[in-house]
């Protein structure tokens, strides 16, 4: 009776393993470039409100 239900389970631990792993880095790949986007969206704001008053002066000129 050894080859009940625990040794069918215990075959898909590796492949609940992968999957887990698989997963993991997905998601902190999607986090990190959630994290870029909206970095790069505040540099991109914080650089038009600098630039704002310098490209109003070329254009009255």
Not at 13 to 27: D, E, K, N, Y
Not at 43 to 58: C, I, K, P, V
């Amino acid at each position: 009776m050894d080859s009940g239900f625990w040794f069918e389970a215990g075959a898909l631990v590796p492949s609940i393993g992968v999957g887990l792993l698989f997963w993991f880095a997905v998601r902190a790949i999607l986090r990190a470039d959630r994290r870029e986007r909206a970095a790069e969206r505040e540099a991109e704001r914080e650089y038009r409100e600098l630039h704002e008053h310098d490209e109003s002066n070329h254009s009255e000129r």
